[in-house]
């Protein structure tokens, strides 16, 4: 059991973290995790999209160097995109039925 100044600190706490934020409050008392606000996955994108278009200049210009890379900067790409995707947290969220 805690003490009563214990339980009245942890209610100072927990007010404070009401009025500061009320949404990270709402997540802790429901038991769900608030989802990253960042996603990081863009640079992916960027690198496959250049590695698509060093390609692309590989087939125009007919030059086997530019293929080459092209084509294995773009599946290293989908492979880390895929690699990062398993790492990162997934918030499952299940609506309440009333």
Do not use: C, H
């Not at 706490?13 to 996955?41: C, E, F, V």
């Not at 293929?67 to 299940?94: E, Q």
Request: net charge positive.
């Amino acid at each position: 059991m805690l003490s009563q100044y214990d339980r009245q600190q942890l209610e100072m706490i927990a007010s404070r973290l009401r009025m500061d934020d009320p949404d990270l409050a709402k997540a802790l008392r429901d038991g769900k995790p608030r989802p990253d606000p960042t996603n990081r996955r863009w640079p992916f994108v960027m690198i496959a999209t250049l590695s698509a278009l060093v390609f692309l200049a590989g087939i125009l210009v007919g030059a086997f160097g530019f293929l080459f890379v092209g084509t294995a900067a773009f599946a290293l790409t989908v492979l880390a995109y895929r690699r990062y995707g398993r790492r990162v947290p997934r918030v499952r969220v299940s609506r309440r039925r009333y």
